[in-house]
């Protein structure tokens, strides 16, 4: 079983930056397909960007790309997602996810494992 704890969120102004990491424990797998996802208050749950734990293949959610990067230390099981110049539309909570996926996906359904969620909220 896998783990996921998510931390970094909080309160920023648009524009401004913020780190999240997820710290994965527990029996990982080299076949994990990792993953953001996140929550607005009644709006579904929407993928993010996606990442392959061993190669480093890449997805991005069309509303975040050349703003945010998804990456992993495999040395430190940790998963993160860089956001930059933020909008008041990225504020959902956000959770880190994990699954036995072969190849990078964007479906919610295809993780296993999913992070308690971070709260970010973007201020205008």
């Known amino acids: 079983q896998v783990q996921l704890v998510e931390s970094g969120g909080g309160l920023v102004q648009a524009g401004d930056s913020l780190r999240l990491s997820c710290a994965a424990s527990?029996?990982?797998?080299?076949?994990?397909?990792m993953g953001w996802f996140r929550q607005a208050p009644g709006k579904e749950r929407e993928f993010v960007a996606g990442i392959m734990w061993i190669g480093g293949s890449t997805a991005y959610a069309d509303s975040v790309k050349g703003r945010f990067t998804i990456s992993r230390d495999n040395a430190k099981n940790t998963l993160y997602l860089q956001m930059n110049s933020l909008k008041p539309e990225d504020t959902a909570v956000y959770y880190c996810?994990?699954?036995?996926?072969?190849?990078?996906?964007?479906?919610?359904?295809?993780?296993?494992?999913w992070g308690q969620g971070t709260q970010v909220t973007v201020s205008s």
């Open positions: 996810a994990a699954g036995a996926y072969g190849s990078v996906t964007r479906r919610a359904h295809e993780y296993g494992y």
């Open positions: 527990g029996r990982t797998f080299s076949s994990h397909a």
